[in-house]
T-cell receptor
């Protein structure tokens, strides 16, 4: 079991470009969560998805950010027209279900740097 | 929303001593609590969890204590080792919530 796989591990973009971060959940997990972490801070919830559905996007910025988890393939966090403030580590986690009492397993993160 | 705070942002402990990391939470509806460890450059790793119907749970070298009356939990690490150096987060979750809320974390530094 390879765990939660995220790629790329490091991504550099110039202001105005697009960033796409991918997350493959653990085998057997159908629930995916995205978190953002600024240096020396905690993880901030962004979005919770099941296959083909967004369940909770209360932590997503209203503009430029979107997420999907298609029937086939990894979950994608997409940031359009990146700005310097988007520089952060983005972590994906997965769980077997979303009953609220299951441990989330995290990936190693994708570190976005916006120049 | 939930707010989670930690009493000591940085804790320095000598190798072999016991460590205690504290966490306060605000949402009384939180009934499930998880501690995560995050090493530099890595994602958070599960350490131990506890449900609100318990006040203590033990793992290998770690113990979590929960005091629901004052909304406080602690993580105790016995015989701290250099490999324990990391940032530790507590994450409370109300039973019906879909997401974990993380505090800023406590950095544990183990000195030789």
């Amino acid at each position: 079991n390879a765990g939660v796989m995220q790629n790329p591990r490091h991504l550099v973009r110039r202001r105005g470009q697009e960033a796409r971060l991918r997350c493959s959940p653990m085998k057997g997990h159908s629930h995916v969560y995205w978190y953002r972490q600024l240096p020396e801070e905690g993880l901030k919830f962004m979005v919770y998805l099941q296959k083909e559905n967004i369940i909770d996007e209360s932590g997503m910025p209203k503009e430029r950010f979107s997420a999907e988890f298609p029937k086939e393939g990894p979950s994608i966090l997409r940031i359009q027209q990146v700005v310097r403030g988007d520089s952060a580590a983005y972590f994906c986690a997965s769980s077997i279900d979303g009953t609220g009492a299951n441990v989330l397993t995290f990936g190693a993160g994708s570190r976005l740097t916006v120049l | 929303g939930e707010s989670v705070g930690l009493h000591l942002p940085t804790l320095s402990v000598q190798e072999g001593d016991n460590s205690i990391i504290n966490c306060a939470y605000s949402n009384s509806a939180s009934d499930y609590f998880i501690w995560y460890k995050q090493e530099s450059g890595k994602g958070p790793q599960f350490i131990i969890d506890i449900r609100s119907n318990m006040d203590k749970r033990q793992g290998q070298r770690v113990t979590v204590l929960l005091n629901k009356t004052v909304k406080h939990l602690s993580l105790q690490i016995a015989a701290t080792q250099p490999g324990d150096s990391a940032v530790y987060f507590c994450a409370p979750r109300p039973g019906t919530a879909s997401k974990l809320t993380f505090g800023t974390g406590t950095r544990l530094q183990v000195t030789l």
